[in-house]
């Protein structure tokens, strides 16, 4: 069965700094595109970042663009989320996603992991 369990979630200050990280099973990860969603409350699950099978391709929102780094470890079956100049508008739950086929909606992703929280406080 997949599985993907993200981790690396906290607190902190605006201006710091905070890596997340999804590890997947139950999947030839090389084979999946990979995307990190969040969402904050009130509002509608929104793309962050995504990142191509073999990590050539990487896509942004412009909202962290500049700020935030998607990579992917193979090797790892992980996926990460670098994320500096945090801000409190980042203050959400931040979920990882996996799908065979590019996607940058949630809609478009077969596969979720629970979520982790990341507060940004000013």
């Known amino acids: 069965q997949v599985q993907l369990v993200e981790s690396g979630g906290g607190s902190v200050q605006a201006g710091g700094s905070l890596r997340l990280s999804c590890a997947a099973s139950?999947?030839?990860?090389?084979?999946?595109?990979m995307g990190w969603f969040r969402q904050a409350p009130g509002k509608e699950r929104e793309f962050v970042a995504a990142?191509?099978?073999?990590?050539?391709?990487?896509y942004y929102a412009d909202s962290v663009k500049g700020r935030f780094t998607i990579s992917r470890d193979n090797a790892k079956n992980t996926v990460y989320l670098q994320m500096n100049s945090l801000k409190p508008e980042d203050t959400a739950v931040y979920y990882c996603a996996a799908d065979r086929t590019y996607g940058l909606l949630p809609h478009e992703y077969n596969y979720w992991g629970q979520g982790t929280q990341v507060t940004v406080s000013s």
């Open positions: 139950g999947l030839t990860f090389s084979n999946y595109f």
């Open positions: 990142i191509s099978w073999g990590g050539g391709r990487i």
